[in-house]
């Protein structure tokens, strides 16, 4: 097994902190081109959006990417080219299959601070026609799978002194979302995320209550 850390203060910054969004990119990023930071796995991107009431990010598109997303805190509204139109919440777990193109709109409309992690896949295939899935409530026992990325999620919601096994995989994404924990030999707080490659049988402990997301995905 090897791991590398990367601490919530060597994320990128981006968004538009004027206009109420403010970002914390994982890998390379728009104009934070970083050639040895452009991909683990399947993942393309891990972002953190904080954005205030009655901001949000205007109709923009995408294409070839799974967009899985995860709300903290507050209420996310979603709207895109497929019709649909959702509010996302704590627990909730979002996906838009962008496949050949669409396009969509995010805003808090709600009255408090809104706070979620979003994730980009790459497809093992490109193409093919857009698709949208929101599930509420997802539980920990409960693992989401993206079969289009090669790729599943598992959310771990531990108490202090509680352990987690790590998924057994090519490459493993484990972010924190709040609380502290420890992996192996390092100590990890909100924001920072850990990229394991063949984790055997790590396992992580809480040191606080804590929210784990941890992405399995298959070998490129």
Known sequence: MTTEVRRAAERYEGGEPAAGITSRHAFSFGPHYDPDNLRFGAMIAC????????????EHRHS????????????????????????????????????GGVHHVE?????????????????LEPGGTPCYELVHGIADSTPYAVPEAGAMLHVRRLATGERTAVPDAAYVYV?????????GADQLGPGDAARLTSAGDAEAKALTDAELLMWEMAAA
Do not use: C, K, M, Y
Request: glycine share 10%.
């Open 47 to 58: 972002n953190e959006e904080h954005v205030a009431p009655g901001a949000g990010f205007d």
């Open 107 to 123: 805003r808090n409309a709600g009255p408090s601070p809104l706070t979620f992690v979003q994730t980009w896949l790459a497809p």
């Open 175 to 183: 972010h924190v979302v709040r609380g502290d924990v420890r992996l």
């Open 64 to 99: 070839h990417t799974e967009i899985v997303t995860w709300v903290v805190e507050g209420e996310l509204t979603h709207r895109d080219s497929t019709g649909r139109e959702t509010v996302v919440r704590p627990g909730d777990v979002q996906r838009l299959s962008s496949a």
